[in-house]
């Protein structure tokens, strides 16, 4: 099982606040998270080519081409906020 001052390391670095009584549960499902990626990581895989895509689709993408079909006025025209020629969004925290 993983160690409670570990388990305390990554809840501080994923900004989380977690109680004694949590910590030793979080411990008990990590080490069983952890479990079962070993056991995938013992599958041999020899012979067996990468897949960047479970298909055998090919993708087609357009040509990237520069267009300047709207102006910035009609760009932000639809926008809820605005602020001259830029969109205005509530800040995020």
């Given at each position: 099982m993983i160690d409670q001052k570990t388990i305390e390391h990554i809840a501080k670095l994923?900004?989380?606040k977690i109680n004694p009584s949590?910590?030793?549960?979080y411990g008990?499902?990590?080490?069983?998270v952890l479990n079962h990626f070993e056991?995938?990581?013992k599958i041999d895989t020899t012979g067996i080519e990468p897949l960047v895509t479970p298909t055998d689709i090919d993708f087609f993408a357009r040509e990237d081409l520069?267009?300047?079909?709207y102006?910035?006025?009609q760009m932000v025209s639809n926008a809820p906020e605005k602020a001259g020629q830029l969109f205005k969004v509530p800040p995020v925290v």
């Amino acid at each position: 099982m993983i160690d409670q001052k570990t388990i305390e390391h990554i809840a501080k670095l994923a900004k989380l606040k977690i109680n004694p009584s949590e910590t030793e549960e979080y411990g008990r499902q990590l080490s069983k998270v952890l479990n079962h990626f070993e056991q995938i990581a013992k599958i041999d895989t020899t012979g067996i080519e990468p897949l960047v895509t479970p298909t055998d689709i090919d993708f087609f993408a357009r040509e990237d081409l520069v267009a300047n079909d709207y102006t910035a006025e009609q760009m932000v025209s639809n926008a809820p906020e605005k602020a001259g020629q830029l969109f205005k969004v509530p800040p995020v925290v």
